[in-house]
Nanobody, 119 residues
Framework: QVQLVESGGGLVQAGGSLRLSCAAS????????MGWYRQAPGKQRELVAT???????NYADSVKGRNTISRDNAKNTVYLQINSLKPEDTAVYYC?????????????WGQGTQVTVSS
């Protein structure tokens, strides 16, 4: 089993920055993808960014240039640096890890951390 614990959310003014962290524990295999998703009130959960265990990154077009995803494999931790925050970035941010074992994969989600951006 895998557990994910997010931290770093909070209330910030527009234009500010936040750094979210997500620490994974449990049966973390080396072949995995870690990522961040967000869900704003009344909207579907959407991708923010992902990063493979080898460091390859992928970003949603809406956050390119303002967000940086990174990871520390030794700590099984993924980070999301969000700069130039906008009110529309307000959402619950969720960490997700997809673990690949042979031909199968399993997704695990964190409990979410609230990010609120005031104008």
């Amino acid at each position: 089993q895998v557990q994910l614990v997010e931290s770093g959310g909070g209330l910030v003014q527009a234009g500010g920055s936040l750094r979210l962290s997500c620490a994974a524990s449990g049966s973390i295999f080396s072949n995995n993808v870690m990522g961040w998703y967000r869900q704003a009130p009344g909207k579907q959960r959407e991708l923010v960014a992902t990063i493979t265990s080898g460091g390859l990154t992928n970003y949603a077009d809406s956050v390119k240039g303002r967000n940086t995803i990174s990871r520390d494999n030794a700590k099984n931790t993924v980070y999301l640096q969000i700069n130039s925050l906008k009110p529309e970035d307000t959402a619950v941010y969720y960490c997700k890890v997809t673990i690949y074992r042979g031909l199968t994969s399993n997704d695990y989600w964190g409990q979410g951390t609230q990010v609120t951006v005031s104008s």
